[in-house]
């Protein structure tokens, strides 16, 4: 989506650093003199707030994957119209901690229910609202950010088995490979600075 701002999204699994990276893209693009909001998945409004709460609390089976899938696209369609598209009409950068790409990975592929059929759901909830540039990060499996993010989740779906985490990395190869003008990944391993320069490379043609 281009208007007068862009619109940026971090993606990626479990403990691959994607809030370290959001703020500390902010801070460097503030640098550069750009105006930028940032913002969350699920969550960015306050109806999309609440529904994170619902989503992400209570049991492993509070919510089948399809109810799941359908929580997502309403948080996300209210998020897009209260939060993310005022703000790029404004002129402002938005760089959002997830966005549409984690509801195909993890309740499309993941979940088992296709990505076509969660695609279909999202693109009726955010309209035209797509990433300009979406950064995708990733950490080999050995990566100890990710060591100890197992056992230790803080959500209902951060805490699914192994199995279920494997295929949502093969869910955001398959984005990656469907989508890759807008999908750039990034190699998350290493000091944040580091994986912050190199973010900054992939959005180099964005840049004013």
Same mark, same amino acid.
């Given at each position: ?15 691959? !650093? ?24 699920? !969550? ?5 707030? #609440? ?5 992400? !609390? ?12 359908? %929580? ?13 598209? /005022?703000? %790029? ?47 995708? %990060? ?7 950010? #990710? ?28 984005? %990656?490979?469907?989508? /890759? ?10 000091? /944040? ?16």
């Amino acid at each position: 989506m281009s208007q007068a701002g862009k619109f940026i999204s971090l993606e990626g699994g479990e403990g691959v !650093g994607k809030s370290t990276q959001l703020r500390a893209l902010a801070a460097a693009l503030a640098e550069r003199g750009i105006d930028c909001l940032t913002t969350r998945e699920p !969550g960015g409004s306050e109806v999309a707030e #609440a529904i994170r709460a619902l989503l992400l !609390g209570g049991d492993a089976d509070r919510w089948s994957i399809r109810s799941e899938a359908l %929580l997502f696209a309403a948080a996300r369609a209210d998020h897009v119209e209260k939060t993310i598209r /005022p703000a %790029l009409e404004q002129g402002r950068w938005v760089i959002c901690d997830r966005f549409i790409d984690s509801s195909l990975a993890y309740q499309g592929e993941a979940g088992s229910l296709g990505i076509e059929a969660v695609r279909t759901i999202n693109m009726f909830a955010i309209g035209d609202c797509l990433p300009d540039r979406t950064i995708l %990060l990733s950490l080999t499996g050995g990566d100890e950010r #990710a060591q100890a993010r197992d056992g230790g989740a803080s959500d209902r779906i951060g805490g699914r088995d192994a199995d279920y985490h494997a295929s949502v990395a093969i869910g955001f190869l398959k984005r %990656l490979c469907d989508d /890759p003008d807008r999908i750039h990944i990034v190699d998350a391993s290493g000091p /944040p600075h580091e994986v912050t320069t190199r973010v900054l490379r992939e959005l180099q043609d964005l840049l004013p």
